[in-house]
Structures are given as C-alpha cells and as structure tokens.
C-alpha cells in the first residue's frame, strides 16, 4: 500500500510564491511516475504538471512559464514550486503517484489548500 503526504499549502497574496511538497511511501517501484493535480470549487479536477522517473515533465498550459515540478528520485518525493500565484490558481493541490509501470492512479488523499488573494 502506497500512502501520500502533501504539504506546504497556505495563504498568498497574488504574485507571491509557494511550495508545495509530496512524500510517497510504501510500495512503489523505482520506476514510477509522480503528478499534481488541482480542484478549484466548482470545478473538475485537473493536471497541473507531471514528471516521469526519467525526469521529463509536461504542464498544463496555465502552469508553464509559472511552476516548475521536481522530484527526489531516492526519497520518492515531488515538489511543486509555484510562482506568479494569481487568485485564479485557489484550490486544493492534490500529489499522486503511479507507483509502477502499468499502474493507475492512486486513490486522492487530503491534498493541501492553496488559497491566493488579490
């Protein structure tokens, strides 16, 4: 069994920055691949940015050019570093983990809480 732990969500004024970070733990091949995705109220829950074991990443458009996702090969962890935040980004940020090849997304844990101000 996999388990996510998401953390440095909060409170930001537009413009401002956060990082948010991921820790996986538990069953997970060294070949897996690590995302974040968002739900804004009111809305569907989307990708936000992607990197694969190789270190390859893919954003959705809002996010490139603003956030950049990295990740901790050895400690199975990914941050999210987020720049520019502009009130439209307020959501819930959500890790998740495909924790070996084939494999689908895990169940959404808590996520953490991003909420930015203008």
């Known amino acids: 069994q996999v388990q996510l732990v998401e953390s440095g969500g909060g409170w930001v004024q537009a413009g401002g920055s956060l990082r948010l970070s991921c820790a996986a733990s538990g069953r997970i091949s060294g070949d897996n691949v690590m995302a974040w995705y968002r739900q804004a109220p009111g809305s569907q829950r989307e990708l936000v940015a992607i990197i694969y074991n190789d270190g390859r990443t893919n954003y959705a458009y809002f996010a490139k050019g603003r956030f950049t996702i990295s990740r901790n090969t050895a400690k199975n962890t990914a941050y999210l570093q987020m720049n520019s935040l502009e009130p439209e980004d307020t959501a819930v940020y959500y890790c998740?983990?495909?924790?070996?090849?084939?494999?689908?997304?895990?169940?959404w844990g808590q996520g953490t809480q991003v909420t930015v101000s203008s």
């Open positions: 998740n983990v495909r924790p070996f090849p084939g494999a689908a997304w895990l169940d």
